[in-house]
């Protein structure tokens, strides 16, 4: 579906070696999820599988910060291979754009064979190594601007999302501009940069494109391969990976966020790779920062009914049976620990469980005092527009499930007093 540009060709060629992927199996004995207990409340966050206490940030780094790490990609989003061992950057483009305040650079990244990401970068012209927000889009890079300047996607576009016949087309340009508010990013000196998820793994049951196609596969896929999240998030990661050696760029200070199903992935990226400064999702609900049991909103049966392609196999059989799962989402925020972590809700979103999230965040919260960093005292779910917390913080707003410029407000302001 996908057609190789002739200088896609030739570049592939240097990624061609088969990812390895884990055998998560190996390394640790687990059980298999029909044979987990149930668990009263929610899984204890700093007790070790032995049964000890973790007091510590030591006894945190070192021994259960790994553990959870492990049973959060055994039983939810599956393990991700090493990174390749080159990854060729073509700079397709780059211009000042018309309105001289920004540069404007559009890299390929090609991360496998035959698969790479086409990142668009905005930095502020003036600033010096800008701070940077990257993020996931939904219908490619060109849907986020009117910028004509902007390549369409080549990958595969479905046709719910303004696809036609799978491919982009100029009809999309712009239709998620309102989501992406890089003016205001801009005036504030950060830089954004984004990527079409379907660059590296179609949104789609069917696994013929992508990181996860067979023929980038070097082991059959088993009940702990990894799901599209996971997928994803490891392009985060090779996004991230230029970024770092991008001379506009502070590499210290990208902030990973996301919307929805590209929020859930910034979770997971923010948690498996120690070099995002910090992490913001939006609304990112059943899977992402919602916890699992009690079962409201969006529930893991329909998820993995519906969507199971974005998790393992284990995954699967929790449905309808989330409190035998041995973790819950409070988890995976607690890996992105002592680094900054902003959960943003809205309050008539409840398909995404504004409590939920509210509560996952409540409860990963202890990790982030190990660190004896920020605190998360609250009375209780708070008023919309109120932001609770520090490390880590959430937030609800009025409204529906969506971006609006007033949350790009809320994620620069937090970012520039906490991601430093
Ligand atoms: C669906 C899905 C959610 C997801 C959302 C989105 O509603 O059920 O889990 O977050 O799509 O990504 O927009």
Redesign the pocket.
């Known amino acids: 579906m996908r057609s190789l540009s002739l200088a896609g060709l030739a570049l592939a060629a240097a990624c061609s070696a088969p990812l390895e992927l884990p055998k998560l199996d190996e390394v640790t004995p687990y059980a298999h999820p029909m044979d987990l207990p149930a668990v009263e409340g929610l899984p204890e966050l700093l007790t070790l599988s032995t049964g000890e206490t973790v007091r510590t940030q030591r006894d945190w780094q070192s021994a259960r910060r790994p553990e959870i790490a492990r049973t959060v990609e055994h039983y939810v989003y599956g393990a991700a291979p090493e990174p390749p061992a080159e990854v060729r950057a073509v700079r397709m483009e780059e211009c000042m754009t018309e309105d001289g305040k920004a540069w404007r650079e559009q890299v390929r990244l090609h991360v496998a064979d035959g698969v790479w990401i086409d990142l668009l970068i905005y930095s502020p012209v003036g600033v010096k190594s800008a701070p940077c927000f990257l993020g996931l889009n939904f219908n490619g890079n060109h849907a986020t601007t009117h910028d004509s300047k902007v390549m369409l996607t080549e990958s595969w576009m479905a046709d719910s999302r303004g696809g036609r016949d799978g491919a982009a087309n100029d009809e999309q340009r712009g239709m998620k501009a309102e989501r992406w508010d890089y003016e205001q990013a801009l005036a504030k000196g950060w830089a954004v940069a984004t990527f079409y998820h379907g660059d590296i793994d179609p949104d789609t049951w069917v696994t013929e494109d992508g990181i996860r196609a067979p023929r980038s596969k070097s082991v059959t896929p088993g009940e702990h391969s990894w799901g599209t999240i996971r997928a994803w998030a490891w392009g985060l990661s090779r996004a991230l990976d230029h970024l770092i050696e991008n001379p506009r760029i502070d590499g210290d200070r990208v902030v990973v966020h996301g919307h929805?199903?590209n929020g859930?992935t910034a979770l997971v990226a923010g948690a498996y790779d120690e070099r995002f400064a910090g992490v913001i999702s939006n609304h990112?609900?059943?899977?992402g920062a919602a916890l699992s049991r009690p079962a409201r909103g969006?529930t893991v049966e329909r998820?993995v009914t519906?969507?199971g392609y974005w998790f393992t196999e284990a995954f699967w059989s929790f449905a309808d049976r989330e409190e035998h799962l041995p973790l819950d989402q409070h988890f995976l925020l607690a890996l992105i620990a002592p680094r900054p972590l902003l959960v943003c809700s809205a309050i008539e979103d409840d398909?995404?469980d504004p409590l939920g999230e509210y509560e996952a965040t409540r409860a990963a919260a202890p990790a982030w005092e190990l660190f004896g960093v920020g605190g998360f005292e609250t009375t209780g779910f708070p008023e919309t527009g109120e932001l609770v917390g520090s490390m880590p913080a959430y937030h609800v707003r009025d409204g529906g499930h969506s971006v609006l410029p007033e949350d790009w407000t809320l994620w620069i302001d937090w970012a520039d007093r906490l991601v430093r």
């Open positions: 929805s199903r859930k990112s609900g059943c899977g969006e998820i519906v969507i398909w995404a």
